[in-house]
């Protein structure tokens, strides 16, 4: 399994913004993030025009995959 990172490009204040996820492909992973949503919507995470989705490379140096922070 991969690990694939998934961004909203237009995010909302107090909604989720973006997910780390581990899938078998980019489409799994964007449907575990919709099955994970909140009052976005699943759309958000399903549609390419409407968030990224990144393969993460296994191997690197450490440091942080992701640290997200949206307040409204």
Request: hydrophobic letters at 40%.
């Amino acid at each position: 399994m991969a690990l694939y990172k998934i961004e909203r490009l237009e995010p909302d204040c107090d909604q989720p913004a973006a997910f780390v996820i581990r899938a078998e492909s980019e489409a799994a992973a964007r449907a575990v993030a919709a099955a994970n949503c909140g009052d976005e919507g699943s759309r958000e995470w399903l549609d390419p025009e409407r968030s990224t989705c990144e393969l993460l490379e296994p191997d690197g140096p450490d440091g942080v995959m992701l640290r997200d922070f949206w307040e409204g």
